[in-house]
């Protein structure tokens, strides 16, 4: 039975770790590996790690420290960043990640979803989509940290997507990155319609309120967010947190 979700998004550049706004702006908060064994302690449902400079520079996702923060975490593992075809994907797999992210690679060759569905299933295929809202309410697609428009009907890419394979669907607004004034919930609301398999939403959780609420009116749903778990206070301390376990059993609590 599928059940809703709290993840944690790193973001690494130049294997360090970073939080950014809006995609760009980012500060440095840490090394990822020693974040990865806090939230272990702190027992996660699953971790999400995105190498953000990987595809934007043409880089081969970084295998060695892949497999580094794989053989260190004791939940589930997705990775993102510079996966452009299947035998890469596999690799990462191979590592002991349980899902890899596409993203440019999936909206330039969504074959590549179905290609590697096939050998390793669905479950461990996701694919994440970057928006932003338009003026008159529907939202474009971006990839490449938010710099490269791409022409295609979010919402038809989705129905692609889900018939070529993806196990999830995640979908991050680009403008409430970093913000912390909450999820974008009339784009959820659309979503939850539309979307026929696991569904994440990410971008602007500022509170334990924030993912509540989503998880109470949309649940089965994965709540992930970056910057609510790793500041702390209304000065942004860097602090790696996540809800303790009274604190999970309220947010799935109605």
């Known amino acids: 039975m599928l059940?809703?979700?709290?993840?944690?998004?790193?973001?690494?550049?130049?294997?360090?770790?970073v939080k950014t706004t809006k995609f760009s702006d980012d500060k440095y908060v840490g090394d990822p590996l020693n974040a990865v064994r806090i939230f272990n302690e702190k027992e996660a449902d699953e971790l999400t790690i995105f190498d953000i400079d990987a595809t934007v520079h043409g880089n081969e996702p970084d295998y060695k420290t892949i497999e580094n923060w794989a053989a260190e975490c004791r939940m589930p593992l997705c990775y993102g960043g510079g996966i452009k075809t299947a035998e890469q994907a596999l690799k990462i797999l191979s590592l002991g990640v349980e899902k890899v992210a596409l993203s440019a690679a999936a909206i330039n060759n969504p074959q590549l979803i179905?290609?590697?569905?096939?050998?390793?299933?669905?479950?461990?295929?996701?694919?994440?989509?970057?928006?932003?809202?338009?003026?008159?309410g529907s939202y474009k697609v971006y990839t490449h940290n938010g710099k490269k428009a791409v022409d295609i009907d979010l919402?038809?890419?989705?129905?692609?997507?889900?018939?070529?394979?993806?196990?999830?669907?995640?979908?991050?607004?680009?403008?409430?990155?970093?913000?912390?004034?909450?999820?974008?919930?009339?784009?959820?609301?659309?979503?939850?319609?539309?979307?026929?398999?696991?569904?994440?939403?990410?971008?602007?959780?500022?509170?334990?309120?924030?993912?509540?609420?989503?998880?109470?009116?949309?649940s089965p749903i994965g709540?992930?967010?970056?910057s609510l778990f790793v500041f702390k206070g209304k000065y942004r301390a860097v602090l790696i947190n996540y809800p303790n376990s009274s604190e999970k059993n309220s947010l799935f609590s109605n």
Do not use: W
């Not at 059940?3 to 770790?17: F, M, N, T």
């Not at 919402?155 to 974008?184: H, P, Q, R, W």
């Open 155 to 218: 919402f038809d890419f989705i129905k692609t997507v889900e018939s070529l394979g993806a196990g999830e669907i995640v979908i991050n607004n680009i403008d409430l990155d970093g913000s912390m004034k909450g999820y974008d919930l009339s784009l959820l609301k659309k979503l939850k319609a539309a979307v026929s398999i696991p569904l994440t939403i990410c971008g602007g959780a500022g509170s334990h309120s924030d993912l509540k609420h989503v998880i109470s009116t949309y």
């Open 3 to 17: 059940r809703s979700r709290v993840i944690p998004v790193l973001l690494v550049r130049d294997k360090g770790l």
């Open 114 to 136: 179905k290609v590697i569905a096939q050998q390793v299933g669905n479950q461990s295929v996701v694919v994440v989509l970057d928006v932003k809202k338009k003026l008159f």
């Open 223 to 226: 709540v992930a967010a970056g």
